[in-house]
């Protein structure tokens, strides 16, 4: 969660919020799940629908991954800048 909040300083998350993510590292979770939390934080940092859109066209481009593709391996995700 430190990582998220020193790179992400004006998002503020609930504390379900911070204990779903958190989980993401001891429980198995499904893509469907993984998308909708995604989205909200996106949302919670005050992003709309368009910005999501866009979110997901800059995994397409960077990483060749779609929003329903689950990837063989890890992949590496480093903060960018959207703008």
């Known amino acids: 969660m430190l990582?998220?909040?020193e790179n992400y300083p004006n998002v503020s998350?609930?504390?379900d919020e911070?204990?779903?993510i958190s989980s993401l590292f001891e429980d198995?979770?499904?893509m469907d799940e993984l998308k909708d939390v995604t989205e909200a934080f996106l949302q919670n940092a005050g992003m709309g629908d368009d910005d999501c859109s866009q979110f997901y066209?800059?995994?397409d481009k960077?990483?060749?991954l779609k929003a329903n593709?689950?990837?063989e391996e890890p992949i590496k995700v480093e903060p960018?800048?959207?703008y």
Request: glycine fraction near 0%; proline fraction near 4%.
């Open 13 to 15: 998350l609930s504390e």
């Open 28 to 30: 198995e979770i499904s």
């Open 69 to 71: 593709d689950v990837p």
């Open 57 to 59: 066209t800059l995994l």
């Open 62 to 64: 960077k990483f060749n």
């Open 3 to 5: 990582v998220l909040k």
């Open 80 to 82: 960018v800048n959207l």
């Open 18 to 20: 911070e204990e779903y």
